[in-house]
């Protein structure tokens, strides 16, 4: 079956560490993303790359660190100087620019 | 102006009637509009999506686009209590930039 997986489904991070969320997509899309959201919110753009070895800020990106050494792979890593970091992750893919994006099942991060 | 604006609800309709969800964006410039349907503690999936303006009906759903109003609505038809959800309007982000930008969202209630 063909999709984006998330893991794991939810992690908790004590404060000043760091912690790694996987994204995995065999949709072969090319184009892929990190969104956060909070409670009551929509959803904010982290992280995006539209092809390998290349990545680009989105609206909230301090905090946080991103690699796409693989099509298939966006791993995103959330670092102590993220001052806020409890929220829902969700990782997107889409085959290019204006095409519709669909969702992994999201990582829910809590900071303990 | 926000870039995305929803209505947040609760939008209570009776079941079996028709549910209209808006949302108006700002960038005049915006080319990709979707719709996505989020449970409680899901990720969002998509309902529609639409480019042109007009209608676009997929099965019980409706997207409908005004470009010159700057505004996309979605109507659900014979609305089911299964449709109770949060509706996101995402409009793809232009001046070159990738990614879509949400709205925050509007609760929908359908009432057996």
């Known amino acids: 079956d063909g999709g984006i997986t998330q893991s794991p489904k939810y992690l908790f991070r004590k404060e000043g560490q760091n912690v790694t969320l996987s994204c995995e997509q065999n949709l072969n899309h090319d184009a892929m993303y990190w969104y956060r959201q909070d409670p009551g919110q929509g959803l904010r753009l982290i992280y995006y790359s539209q092809i390998v070895n290349d990545f680009q800020k989105g609206d909230i990106a301090e905090g946080y660190s991103v690699s796409r050494e693989k099509k298939e792979s966006f791993p995103l890593t959330v670092t102590s100087a993220q001052k806020n970091p409890t929220a829902f992750y969700l990782c997107a893919s889409r085959f290019s620019i204006g095409t519709e994006a669909f969702f992994g099942q999201g990582t829910r991060l809590t900071v303990v | 102006q926000k870039e995305v604006e929803q209505n947040s609800g609760p939008l209570s309709v009776p079941e079996g009637a028709i549910a209209s969800l808006n949302c108006t964006y700002s960038d005049r410039g915006s080319q990709s509009f979707f719709w996505y349907r989020q449970y409680s503690g899901k990720s969002p999936e998509l309902i529609m999506f639409i480019y042109s303006n007009g209608d676009k009906e997929d099965g019980r759903f409706t997207a409908q686009l005004n470009k010159a109003s700057q505004y996309v609505s979605l109507l659900i038809r014979d609305s089911q209590p299964s449709d109770s959800a949060t509706y996101l309007c995402?409009?793809?982000?232009?001046?070159?930039?990738?990614?879509?930008?949400f709205g925050k969202g509007t609760h929908l209630i359908i009432q057996p």
């Open positions: 995402a409009v793809n982000k232009g001046g070159g930039a990738d990614g879509l930008t």
